[in-house]
């Protein structure tokens, strides 16, 4: 099916402005739900692979449905599947028993994923804005019965749109959010399920079908045969939390946050400045001092937004290639005479304000490098998403940069993801 703007404009008339639940079924064709699949398949290696434990859970509700197992979740990061071994026949040889799966941040680790659940959805963001928060991607694998979390609210603001992928259906009961603090008092986790069903709003979808969910919904989810849905969440922010995202942009990008230099007791505390001086000596840029309160506020929200359109919604940055097989961008010589091009929709913001540096926005990270004129005109060509050989791009850099200082440039872009070497 062709997710085009009218599409997604009878998609919004259906939900009501995306204040009601419903159900779209053969929205996914075979192929696509077959390379989603795959790209989960990916995903999940990946993410195994990365060690990057966070956002991962795993759940076998023959033993507790409530309670992750952190004993096997661990086991997975160290038993991979093997070459040509399916998910299924890996799940069967590793648990041989009924699980569930909670895999957030899908994007992080699939190319495939970010790119197609953009551009299924390029036409809506268009027309209705980018969510303040961002996306991102999470992604359900089992047969667990009911959703380990219980009837639960998920996060204010957070609207979701489910892909199912199949191949067993799933069924999701729903209860408007005043109805269920009526029944329970809005008690969050509830696995006490069965009383409150005839209550329940019912949507049951299989293979290629999409649902969407308003985020006051009560809800709990049940597939008693092995299925995969990704969900894709529109992150509408409460004031504080967009407060706490653009935060963190201030601790990522300013802070040496791996310093672990233990600060010895201090005699006279209050009056000893040296913890003082260690906060400062944390500071990655003395730039950052000299500002006002405002100026230092609108500097850090700027780099939040930034990030955030460069990665064209998406929360959560790709794994970088030197995390993936520690790739240096000092080895720059193998993008000479290559024909590179851009992943869609994600294209490279700049800043061409300063004096001094050139900064730049790749794929969510932010990078700087000494200031030249010919750096936005590279960066528009590589936003073309057009076929570039890497010798056309460089023609025009001046005697103050040579061909090595143009190849450094475009490594540190090829390491962020911001395009692919085609031949």
Not at 373 to 382: C, G, R, S, Y
Request: net charge negative.
């Amino acid at each position: 099916m062709n997710l085009d703007k009218q599409w997604w404009e009878n998609f919004t008339q259906t939900n009501q402005n995306f204040r009601k639940t419903c159900v779209i079924n053969n929205v996914l064709s075979a192929e696509e739900v077959e390379d989603l699949t795959n790209a989960i398949n990916e995903a999940l290696l990946e993410k195994l692979k990365s060690g990057e434990k966070g956002g991962f859970r795993l759940y076998f509700p023959e033993e507790n449905a409530a309670k992750v197992n952190n004993k096997y979740k661990d086991k997975m990061f160290t038993d991979h599947p093997q070459p040509g071994e399916t998910l299924q026949e890996y799940f069967k040889r590793s648990f041989g028993q009924k699980f569930g799966i909670i895999f957030n941040a899908a994007e992080r680790y699939s190319p495939y994923i970010a790119e197609k659940l953009m551009m299924f959805t390029k036409p809506l963001i268009d027309a209705i804005g980018l969510p303040a928060a961002g996306m991102h991607a999470t992604v359900f694998i089992g047969d667990y019965g009911w959703t380990p979390l219980g009837i639960h609210q998920d996060h204010k603001g957070a609207n979701v749109i489910h892909f199912h992928l199949g191949p067993g259906e799933k069924t999701m009961y729903t209860w408007e959010e005043n109805k269920y603090k009526e029944l329970t008092g809005g008690k969050q986790n509830n696995h006490d399920i069965t009383p409150l069903l005839e209550e329940a709003e019912v949507y049951t979808f299989g293979t290629g079908d999409l649902y969407y969910m308003p985020w006051d919904q009560f809800h709990i989810g049940k597939n008693d045969e092995y299925s995969i849905g990704i969900t894709f969440w529109f992150n509408n922010p409460t004031k504080a939390t967009y407060f706490d995202n653009v935060m963190n942009t201030f601790y990522t990008q300013y802070i040496d946050d791996n310093n672990e230099e233990v600060i010895n007791p201090q005699k006279e505390y209050a009056e000893n400045p040296t913890t003082f001086d260690d906060v400062m000596g944390l500071f990655k840029s003395d730039e950052i001092m000299s500002m006002s309160v405002k100026d230092f506020f609108q500097r850090i929200h700027s780099d939040y937004k930034y990030s955030l359109i460069s990665n064209h919604g998406w929360e959560n940055t790709p794994q970088t290639r030197k995390q993936l097989d520690q790739y240096e961008i000092d080895d720059y010589d193998h993008l000479k005479s290559k024909t590179i091009k851009a992943p869609q929709p994600f294209k490279i913001i700049y800043d061409n304000s300063n004096e001094d540096s050139f900064v730049f926005f790749v794929r969510g990270y932010k990078m700087e490098i000494r200031k030249s004129n010919f750096l936005p005109e590279i960066i528009d060509k590589i936003n073309s998403f057009q076929h570039i050989n890497t010798e056309d791009l460089l023609a025009n850099i001046n005697s103050e940069w040579p061909e090595e200082a143009g190849l450094y440039f475009l490594s540190m872009i090829y390491d962020k993801r911001g395009f692919d070497v085609i031949h």
